[in-house]
């Protein structure tokens, strides 16, 4: 994509709240695709909005939690726009059966009062936890998770008693292990999924803020709003054999995040796979 002077955000400042080094994947892209400049402020402990431990649960939904960091940036650093950027991670929604990641972030822009979210999921994760009780079986779960690139937690249960977070290497493993088999007899351990220590999140991370600079690009043809884009799918792609229509897409709806403005977008395909019809396919 291709830095525009005409942008609007070309040449401002964004605030981007955090303390796990967020700004590695989130600036490059904005700076890349808008000419924004992306300000780390990391003046807030973001783990008072919750933890993945579970120590501090978090408050609302994902999108609130991002949407907080997003304001409290802006206001810490005396911007008037910002973005925040929140994780989750459980089983994938369709079978439950694979780890799952989903990355948000809310772009703020208070001088326009808009709001822009970026989504994005996959099961490029590796996302793993549960109980080990002997050296062996640590190491094995370590290798699967991409331990020692992969930051690890040790917990005397799922539910209490971190003895440590960021464990990366072996002999900070091997002190926690201990503790946790003295104290226990078996040690609970997880992949630290907080972005500083798990490579693999951030690049998801980054592929959100890639999804965030194409919706800012995207303006609003009537009033030149960043944030144009898709909002809803129409379903009814006619059959290609027997013209019933299907559940593929055949368009979307554009909308803008400020004015009335609103666009039907046809899809490029004229037809559907028969293999997707009802009628055709039973």
Known sequence: MTITASHPYAGRCAALLTQHGKERAVAPALGAALGLEVVRVDGYDTDRLGTFTREIPRAGSQRDAARTKARLGMDLAGQAMGLGSEGAFGPDPLFGSVAWNVEVLVWLDATLGI???????????????????????????????????????????????????????????????????????RAWVETDMRAHVNPTRMRNIGRAADALAVKLASLCPACGTPGFGPVERIRGLPCADCGYPTGEACADIWRCV?????????????????????????
């Not at 899809?267 to 796979?273: H, L």
Request: net charge negative.
């Open 115 to 185: 709001e822009v979210v970026a989504e994005v999921a996959n099961a490029d994760t590796n996302y793993r936890q549960g109980y080990v009780n002997s050296w062996a079986e640590l190491q094995a779960f370590a290798q699967a998770a991409g331990f020692p690139e992969h930051g690890l937690v040790m917990a005397r249960s799922p539910d209490a008693g971190v003895i440590a977070k960021g464990l990366a290497n072996e002999e900070s493993l091997a002190r926690a292990f201990a503790i946790a088999m003295r104290e226990t007899g």
């Open 258 to 282: 400020r004015c009335p403005r609103e666009e039907r977008r046809e899809t490029p395909r004229r037809a559907a796979d028969p293999a997707c019809c009802d009628v055709c396919n039973p």
